[in-house]
C-alpha cells in the first residue's frame, strides 16, 4: 500500500481485531510470512497468576501455533496478560484467526473451571517486527517483562516464558 493511500483512508474506516482500539492496515490479514509480537490482556485481574490457569494457558500458545502451523519464536505469560511472538509462515491462516481460535478455547476451557467470563480483552495489541529488528532482540524484550516487573531476577527463573530462539 502506498504512503498516499495509507493517509486517504479515514481513521474510522480502518479494520481491527474485535471492537477493540488497534488499527490494522487496510486489506492486511496479517497471514504472511511476518513475525509479529502479540499482547492480549486479562478481562480483568490477575487470572494467570493460579498455576492451572498459566498451564492450560501455555500448553494452547504452543497447541494451536503447530494445529494452525504457526511458526512460534517464544512466549511469556504474565499474571495479568500473554506476550507471544510468531509468524504465520506460509500457513495462510490470518492472526485474527489464531487468536479467535487460541481466545475462544481458553476462555471455554477456564469457565469448564469455574472461570467467570470473559477471559480476554476483546482486542489484543500487535507489533510486526520490522527491519531491523530481530526475532531475538523482541523476543529477550519478552522474556525480560517478568524481570522488569520484579517478579524475577533472570528472564529464565520465570515458568511462564519458553523461548525456542537462541538469545
Same mark, same amino acid.
Given at each position: 500500500?502506498?504512503? *498516499?493511500?495509507?493517509?486517504?483512508?479515514?481513521?474510522?474506516?480502518?479494520?481491527?481485531? +474485535?471492537? +477493540? $482500539?488497534?488499527?490494522?492496515?487496510?486489506?492486511?490479514?496479517?497471514? +504472511? #510470512?511476518?513475525?509479529?509480537?502479540? /499482547?492480549? $490482556?486479562?478481562? /480483568?485481574?490477575?487470572?494467570?497468576?493460579?498455576?492451572?490457569?498459566?498451564? @492450560?494457558?501455555?500448553?494452547? !500458545?504452543?497447541?494451536?501455533?503447530?494445529?494452525?502451523?504457526?511458526? %512460534? &519464536?517464544? &512466549?511469556?505469560? @504474565?499474571?495479568?496478560?500473554?506476550? !507471544?511472538?510468531?509468524?504465520?509462515?506460509?500457513? +495462510?491462516?490470518?492472526?485474527? *484467526? =489464531?487468536?479467535?481460535?487460541? *481466545?475462544?478455547?481458553?476462555?471455554?476451557?477456564? @469457565? *469448564?473451571?469455574?472461570?467467570?467470563?470473559? %477471559? =480476554?480483552?476483546?482486542?489484543?495489541?500487535?507489533?510486526?517486527?520490522?527491519?531491523?529488528?530481530?526475532?531475538? $532482540?523482541? @523476543?529477550?524484550?519478552?522474556?525480560? #517483562?517478568?524481570?522488569?516487573?520484579?517478579?524475577?531476577? $533472570? =528472564?529464565?527463573?520465570?515458568? =511462564? /516464558?519458553? !523461548?525456542? !530462539?537462541?538469545?
Amino acid at each position: 500500500m502506498s504512503d *498516499k493511500s495509507r493517509s486517504s483512508t479515514p481513521l474510522r474506516d480502518l479494520a481491527t481485531y +474485535g471492537r +477493540g $482500539r488497534a488499527v490494522r492496515l487496510d486489506n492486511c490479514d496479517y497471514g +504472511g #510470512d511476518i513475525d509479529i509480537h502479540v /499482547t492480549v $490482556r486479562a478481562h /480483568t485481574g490477575c487470572p494467570f497468576a493460579a498455576e492451572d490457569i498459566a498451564r @492450560m494457558v501455555c500448553d494452547n !500458545v504452543e497447541f494451536y501455533c503447530q494445529k494452525l502451523d504457526y511458526r %512460534l &519464536y517464544g &512466549y511469556c505469560l @504474565m499474571p495479568d496478560h500473554l506476550h !507471544v511472538l510468531l509468524s504465520p509462515g506460509d500457513s +495462510g491462516v490470518s492472526v485474527a *484467526k =489464531w487468536l479467535d481460535s487460541f *481466545k475462544s478455547y481458553t476462555t471455554n476451557r477456564f @469457565m *469448564k473451571g469455574g472461570g467467570q467470563p470473559p %477471559l =480476554w480483552q476483546r482486542s489484543a495489541h500487535d507489533h510486526v517486527c520490522r527491519l531491523g529488528e530481530t526475532v531475538q $532482540r523482541v @523476543m529477550y524484550y519478552i522474556a525480560d #517483562d517478568p524481570c522488569r516487573a520484579g517478579l524475577v531476577k $533472570r =528472564w529464565d527463573e520465570w515458568p =511462564w /516464558t519458553k !523461548v525456542f !530462539v537462541e538469545l
